[in-house]
């Protein structure tokens, strides 16, 4: 494995746990270590439960082949990493999914991280098996490290990781289960994570992750992903929130109990059969309700359900009137979402009532059907199949995946990734909420809470929304900045003397959708204007810097250049400049790098015999051979004054870029260190081409490496460090330890070295280390 393809690895490297939940809800995944052989045969017992077939070769192949491709590398606790994706497997049997899913799951990792490639995958498992692991592994193939500290470049990174896996999602949706299924064991376990990398893993759970599984409708994910970021993001409001439940817990308990009790005994005598349980509503559920409404956990009142489970859609009536009968119903909280199903095809009728006590709760009532649509979702589809097919979704399963479409079609619309992320946040936001219309022919739609007749004309179609001119709800001619309520009959009067929408209407528009298309009208319609203004950017950059654009434009730069930014054509690159959403400095300097790689600069023989002129006069008698001294050779110049600069210390294998110092000559750097990444656009015309060059000798010169290593602290850590370097033969020039609050030793070791082989086998060696977590090189 790799220096870089390991740093990946151990950022979401995780300790294996079954997930328990405690009385009052809370998360709880402080269990032992379990052997993997454990982990395998409860696999096993999970999948032979459901699954109709008792074949299980394909499943035990592909342990045993993960467990080999894996046998060499270990999580930061020291045990074997196999225990990742058997618990990836596990959650994906706990969703009942078919045997390839389940086997893609136990070989998530296997190409990313070992030598076993996607044609060893099709010949061992077939097709469908590795087009569900190369769906994966291309979402993970961004090292989330790379880009140094840059927020742009991680945004960059995050954006583009993020359009392959709504791209993997469209191919086979299988896919992102399981990369949910993956980001639910990582959180499981991501106590092991530095405080910083928690946040920012919760965080992007919270944005991107939980909402896709909310809209594929699996609840049995998307409920502990929730609780889960919570515990990370606003660790003292979750734990506030566990104490405050825990109060009075055995209270509650009865509570509910005696809640059960009288639904069931009176749902009973009504003839209907049914199951009713009883629990505390999850924590995230009750923090967005506390942080949307503003109010304390004494304020809210329904944080109790009980769920009513039948075996007819009719029953679900018949025992609402019965619940009705009993307790007292709160005006305007029922829902019935059976007649109008939530966007991911949730259905259930919904109803708050006042219990004997005075207390409010909640009551959920749905078919069996529904209840398993509810908990597995979109997964549902490939339950008890020998033989799925990912491709093929059933009609039903549509209408779940209708926000997929609606973000592949912003994919291609747009190349500035900075507002995809923002447009992809605000749609996946999980603290809206929705309101339910009718458009004049009885179709439902869902808008986000605050929706105008203007996002209910987008949702139709765009050349509605551009040609709108006003809107009647319930037959009554409203503003178009009227705010839509549940149940309204909307309509849209169109005009075709329309001009199109105004910039106003941006301010007004609640839904993401909405906003993108009144956007992408305004770039469509000032397109033609958008590229002449690239033009003339474009030419006034090269004339300011006296580049011959001509030269530079060759037909394969500029499809390099369409590429590289996502776009179709030409003209959409430089409305791109034009409009703002490229700089034209990005746009040239790649155009001359290209150029550059194809016509490196040769000395003719008057310049070659011109500097041997000078070196002559000056004193200095040397061949016009290109040897170098430092081993560096600079654009074909040898024996320059070059320096090796301490900020990232590059060594033999290294790619290296020259910088011209004022008065010191030539500082060589890694071209991946962040002053080099850093620099300014000004000053990267001072970084000059260098390579290393093979030696002659036969005596390797020395070069000084640094790293730094992270470890949970332990008595004898440094004592192993040194040992390992020592049976390396490698002498230490420098080492200096900080151990943090937290218990986590950073050490920075500097050692001379060959090259860069040598420096992989010592951090591999390292790495062996019981408690090392991660080790990383100094760049800048």
Same mark, same amino acid.
């Given at each position: 494995m790799t220096e870089e393809k390991r740093s990946v690895v151990e950022e979401e490297d995780r300790l294996p746990q079954t997930n328990e939940v405690n009385a009052v809800g809370e998360v709880n995944n402080e269990t032992e270590f379990v052997a993997p052989e454990v982990l395998y045969q409860r696999l096993i017992a999970r999948v032979q439960k459901y699954h109709p077939s008792d074949d299980i070769t394909m499943i035990a192949k592909a342990y045993e082949t993960a467990a080999e491709a894996h046998k060499e590398q270990f999580r930061k606790s020291g045990e074997p990493y196999?225990?990742?994706?058997?618990?990836?497997?596990?959650?994906?049997?706990?969703?009942?999914?078919?045997?390839?899913?389940?086997?893609?799951?136990?070989?998530?990792?296997?190409?990313?991280?070992?030598v076993m490639t996607e044609a060893d995958l099709v010949r061992e498992f077939g097709e469908d098996v590795a087009l569900l692991v190369d769906g994966v592994t291309k979402l993970e193939k961004i090292p989330l490290s790379a880009g140094g500290d840059q927020p742009d470049a991680k945004l960059e990174m995050q954006a583009e990781n993020l359009r392959k896996m709504f791209l993997a999602m469209a191919k086979d949706i299988r896919v992102i289960m399981i990369k949910l299924a993956d980001r639910l064991h990582n959180m499981r376990t991501l106590r092991y994570q530095k405080p910083e990398s928690q946040y920012r893993i919760a965080k992007e759970t919270l944005e991107i992750y939980c909402p896709i599984a909310q809209r594929l409708g699996i609840s049995k994910l998307k409920i502990e992903l929730?609780?889960?970021?919570?515990?990370?993001?606003?660790?003292?409001?979750?734990?506030?929130?566990?104490?405050?439940?825990?109060?009075?817990?055995?209270?509650?308990?009865?509570?509910?109990?005696?809640?059960?009790?009288?639904?069931?005994?009176?749902?009973?005598?009504?003839?209907?059969?049914?199951?009713?349980?009883?629990?505390?509503?999850?924590f995230f559920s009750i923090y967005k309700k506390m942080k949307n409404q503003n109010k304390t956990l004494d304020q809210v009142y329904d944080l109790f359900a009980v769920r009513i489970i039948?075996?007819?859609?009719?029953?679900?009536?018949?025992?609402?009137g019965v619940i009705h009968e009993m307790y007292k119903p709160i005006p305007g909280r029922f829902k019935d979402y059976i007649a109008m199903p939530k966007a991911n095809m949730y259905q259930?009728?919904?109803?708050?009532?006042?219990?004997?006590?005075?207390?409010?709760?909640?009551?959920?009532?749905?078919?069996?059907?529904?209840?398993?649509?509810?908990?597995?979702g979109i997964a549902a589809h490939w339950k008890y199949k020998d033989a799925s097919d990912g491709k093929k979704v059933e009609a039903q399963e549509e209408e779940k995946l209708v926000w997929l479409r609606q973000i592949l079609e912003w994919q291609r619309d747009m190349s500035d990734n900075r507002e995809f992320m923002n447009l992809l946040k605000n749609d996946l936001d999980l603290f809206s909420d929705n309101v339910y219309c009718f458009t004049p022919t009885g179709e439902v739609k869902n808008l986000p809470a605050g929706s105008t007749p203007i996002d209910f004309a987008y949702s139709i179609h765009s050349a509605v929304?551009?040609?709108?001119?006003?809107?009647?709800?319930?037959?009554?001619?409203?503003?178009?900045?009227?705010?839509?309520?549940?149940?309204?009959?909307?309509?849209?009067?169109?005009?075709?003397?329309?001009?199109?929408?105004?910039?106003?209407?941006?301010?007004?528009?609640?839904?993401?959708?909405?906003?993108?298309?009144?956007?992408?009208?305004?770039?469509?319609?000032?397109?033609?204007?958008?590229?002449?203004?690239?033009?003339?950017?474009?030419?006034?950059?090269?004339?300011?810097?006296?580049?011959?654009?001509?030269?530079?434009?060759?037909?394969?730069?500029?499809?390099a250049i369409c590429r590289k930014y996502g776009f179709r054509d030409w003209d959409s690159v430089l409305a791109a400049v034009g409009h703002g959403a490229l700089k034209e400095g990005q746009v040239i300097n790649k155009l001359r790098?290209?150029?550059?790689?194809?016509?490196?600069?040769?000395?003719?023989?008057?310049?070659?015999?011109?500097?041997? !002129?000078?070196?002559?006069? @000056?004193?200095?008698? &040397?061949?016009?051979? =290109?040897? /170098?001294?430092?081993?560096?050779?600079?654009?074909?110049?040898a024996d320059l004054s070059v320096r090796f600069s301490k900020c990232c210390s590059p060594v033999p294998g290294d790619e290296i870029v020259g910088f011209i110092t004022r008065g010191r000559g030539i500082s060589i750097h890694r071209t991946d260190c962040v002053n080099v990444l850093s620099l300014p656009e000004l000053e990267r015309a001072r970084l000059m081409d260098a390579e290393w060059q093979v030696p002659e000798h036969t005596v390797a010169e020395k070069y000084?490496?640094?790293?730094?290593?992270?470890?949970?602290?332990?008595?004898?850590?440094? !004592?192993?460090?040194?040992? @390992?370097?020592?049976? &390396?033969?490698?002498? =230490?020039? /420098?080492?200096?330890?900080?151990?943090?609050k937290q218990g986590t030793a950073t050490l920075q070791v500097s050692f001379e070295i060959t090259g860069r082989e040598e420096l992989n086998r010592i951090i591999d060696k390292i790495r062996g280390i019981e408690s090392v977590i991660d080790i990383e090189r100094t760049s800048g």
């Open positions: 196999i225990i990742h994706p058997l618990n990836v497997a596990i959650i994906l049997a706990d969703l009942e999914l078919d045997k390839e899913t389940i086997v893609a799951g136990l070989l998530h990792d296997v190409v990313e991280d070992t929730d609780d889960l970021s919570l515990k990370y993001m606003e660790p003292e409001v979750y734990y506030d929130l566990v104490d405050k439940i825990a109060v009075r817990k055995s209270v509650r308990e009865s509570y509910i109990q005696s809640i059960v009790d009288e639904v069931s005994k009176h749902v009973e005598n009504a003839g209907i059969k049914a199951e009713v349980d009883g629990r505390v509503k999850h039948v075996d007819s859609v009719k029953d679900c009536y018949a025992a609402l259930s009728l919904h109803t708050t009532l006042i219990g004997s006590t005075g207390q409010p709760f909640e009551v959920q009532i749905r078919t069996f059907e529904m209840h398993k649509a509810a908990e597995y929304g551009n040609k709108m001119v006003g809107a009647r709800v319930n037959g009554k001619l409203v503003t178009i900045d009227y705010e839509i309520r549940t149940g309204d009959r909307i309509e849209i009067i169109t005009s075709q003397n329309s001009k199109g929408p105004s910039r106003d209407w941006l301010n007004v528009v609640k839904s993401t959708q909405a906003k993108n298309k009144i956007n992408q009208w305004f770039k469509n319609e000032l397109k033609e204007d958008n590229i002449v203004k690239g033009k003339e950017l474009l030419q006034a950059y090269c004339k300011t810097r006296n580049i011959n654009l001509s030269m530079i434009m060759k037909t394969e730069y500029v499809e790098e290209f150029y550059d790689k194809e016509h490196k600069k040769e000395l003719s023989n008057e310049e070659v015999l011109q500097s041997i !002129a000078e070196a002559s006069a @000056a004193g200095i008698h &040397k061949t016009p051979h =290109i040897k /170098s001294k430092s081993g560096i050779v600079v654009k074909g110049i000084v490496a640094d790293i730094k290593i992270y470890a949970n602290n332990r008595n004898g850590l440094l !004592a192993d460090i040194a040992k @390992a370097l020592t049976e &390396k033969d490698i002498d =230490i020039l /420098s080492l200096n330890t900080r151990i943090s």
